[in-house]
């Protein structure tokens, strides 16, 4: 017999339910990051430049409003993309606002030498960030918010030491250990050969297959929530023409916004007294940035911590097969030689210094777990860079993270082969579910 107390009014009516719509809070966050981004509109259109530092702060605020468009609607498509193919494009998607800076580099750089240092240092110094804080961020917010469930009984006290990973991640993890291993080649040729940019971006193209062949066997969706919800509770034909609506907003603002913005840092530098190179590879990345930080600590806070550092090691595979992929051929397309992207001794450091810390970062989950002192260690190490700034520093610290990485890999050593052989072994079918 059903209960009709607990059964919707429309049911109980035989009426349809009423189509969910947004809230007004909802539409009014999307145009208070529309105004943001509007004097940046009419500053490109118009042609206006005051000078360095008002550029900076008008282009630079735009990118960051487009790139919270960029990050809700990316989450609300999940609703229409499942599984691990879902972590990989909202990955992408999240990191288009750093690739539309980095590629302005490696392009300016084909005609104009000076600007070839600033297409690996805004590279370098994301990559970094990602992994020396935003990887420990979401674990540290993942582990205090599982301090509910424990207090509840539903999560063992353990839950507020380690971060469980997905085995979805497995791939993920795979394809980063393989991408950070071919990274060492790039300070040892010191260039990225265009040649070696299409094997970067031949793997992305891989690594996107595999994804759409993963699946866990669930059929449903995670619940969104906030804004990804409200646009996640739209009717179908609505949410998708406003997602798509969004994409194209805010990707014509970042794109429009990247060249300005990218010169301002330069000349910002000057103006202010700073190094222009210390503010190409840390503010830019901070401001690009800003999406994948915002759906991962989404993911975090609401319980999600496997799917919120998913993303992030997603966005690590993107940035060293596609970003990396893409550099040599913007700047090939920018007017430069056909060899590829030249680096610089202070450029060769920086890559050896981003592919430890990333080989660091993969024996760290290699075993789909990530203790709070492991993402303590990271913050730690991250840190330091900022403090040794010269070139022993550097190959020390490299050499740092390689030894660390030696014996963390030791200790997890039963999931290496596992981990690194992933992305080779056929895609597995779902376990169907019991009823």
Known sequence: ????????????????????????????????????????????????????????LVFGAAVVAASFLLAWAAEAAQKDIAGALAIAVLALIAVLPEYAVDLYYAFRSGSDPAYEQFAAANMTGSNRLLLGFGWPLVVVVSLLVARRFV????????????????????????????????????????????????VLLAAFVWYLWRASKVSDGDDGHEELVGMAGNLASMPRRARRWTVVALFVVAAAVILSSAEPFADALVAS?????????????????????????????????????????????????????LLVGSLPIAHVLGGGTTGGLPLDGRQVEEFMLTASQTVLGVAIIIALRFHRWSAIALVALFAVQFVVTDTTGRWVLSTVHLVAAAVVFWINRRDVVP????????????????D
């Open 1 to 56: 017999m059903t209960n009709t107390l607990s059964t919707p009014v429309s049911q109980q009516t035989g009426a349809a339910a009423p189509a969910p719509r947004m809230g007004a809070s909802a539409w009014g966050r999307i145009a208070v990051c529309v105004a943001v981004a509007l004097p940046a509109v009419v500053f490109r259109i118009g042609g206006f430049a005051p000078n360095a530092v008002v550029d900076l």
């Open 151 to 198: 207090r509840v009984g539903s999560l063992p006290a353990s839950a507020t030491k380690v971060l469980e990973l997905e085995r979805s991640s497995r791939l993920d993890i795979g394809f980063l250990a393989l991408l950070a291993v071919v990274a060492f080649l790039i300070p040892l040729m010191g260039s990225i050969p265009l040649w070696f940019g299409s």
């Open 269 to 321: 530098g000057s103006a202010l007294g700073i190094d222009s190179y210390f503010l190409v590879q840390w503010l830019a990345p901070l401001a690009t940035e800003a999406p994948e930080f915002i759906v991962a600590a989404l993911f975090a806070l609401r319980g999600m911590g496997g799917a919120a550092i998913g993303t992030l090691i997603a966005s690590k595979v993107n940035q060293w097969s």
């Open 419 to 434: 981990s690194i052989t992933a992305p080779f072994r056929r895609p597995s079918s779902p376990v169907p579910r019991e």
